[in-house]
């Protein structure tokens, strides 16, 4: 059974672009929350995403938006880069956000 | 609100010692607990939970934990540590029936010494 996918591992981008990070679930799974992770906030929780809907909000910025997909893939788009954006970005994934999360192997984004 | 309180952010044992890693949690409700464990430049793998029932629960690579609701502890333990044991540990607490999201600890780096 594949795991959670997260595409690309890797990102360099300038202060000022937008990114678009994705996330597969794992397959039958229909929730999928997102968490930045950074050496000085630690994991924190972005958003979580059920059923095409956007079921919680962390404390983030309106930069930070997502969507779900009919198949439960998910995106998280980070608009107008800051330098303070860069983090290891985590999907994860769990049957219907009541069960455990499974997560993927992130997205380190770095903004230069 | 709930929140986490991993103490220690870094723990050394010796190859082949007890493992114990601390957690205490605050949550007005009934908590699911939970220890992840992340690798460099990993995601997060899940090493155990408590959701409800048996305070003592068994997870992967020879961990548990047992949930203590009135010391508000899950602590962590492996009776034998492993050179590969050695990684960041985390304990996150969702609360049940309520928003679906994770509160995280800060997490502990254990050393495994040879």
């Known amino acids: 059974k594949a795991g959670v996918t997260q595409t690309p591992r890797y990102l360099i981008k300038t202060r000022g672009q937008q990114v678009t990070l994705s996330c597969s679930p794992i397959?039958?799974?229909?929730?999928v929350s997102w968490y930045q992770q950074t050496p000085g906030q630690g994991l924190q929780f972005l958003f979580e995403?059920?059923?095409?809907?956007?079921?919680n909000k962390g404390n983030f910025p309106g930069r930070f938006s997502g969507r779900q997909f009919s198949n439960s893939r998910s995106e998280m788009n980070v608009s107008t880069l800051e330098l303070g954006d860069s983090a290891l970005y985590l999907c994860?994934?769990?049957?219907?956000?009541?069960?455990?999360?499974?997560f993927g192997q992130g997205t380190r984004l770095t903004v230069v | 609100a709930q929140s986490v309180t991993q103490l220690g952010s870094h723990v050394s044992v010796s190859e082949g010692a007890l493992v114990l890693l601390r957690c205490n949690y605050s949550?007005?409700?009934?908590?699911?607990l939970f220890w992840y464990v992340q690798y460099p430049n990993q995601g997060l793998q899940l090493l155990l939970k408590?959701?409800?029932?048996?305070?003592l629960v068994k997870g992967i690579n020879g961990f548990e934990a047992e949930f203590k609701k009135s010391e508000t502890s899950f602590h962590l333990t492996k009776p034998s540590a492993l050179m590969s044991d050695a990684a960041e540990y985390f304990c996150?607490?969702?609360?049940?029936?309520?928003?679906?999201?994770?509160?995280f600890g800060s997490g502990t780096q254990l050393t495994v010494l040879p």
């Open positions: 996150a607490v969702r609360v049940s029936g309520s928003a679906r999201q994770l509160t």
């Open positions: 397959s039958g799974h229909r929730s």
């Open positions: 949550s007005s409700v009934p908590p699911y």
């Open positions: 995403y059920f059923s095409e809907t956007q079921r």
């Open positions: 408590y959701t409800t029932g048996a305070t």
């Open positions: 994860a994934s769990s049957l219907n956000g009541d069960t455990e999360a499974f």
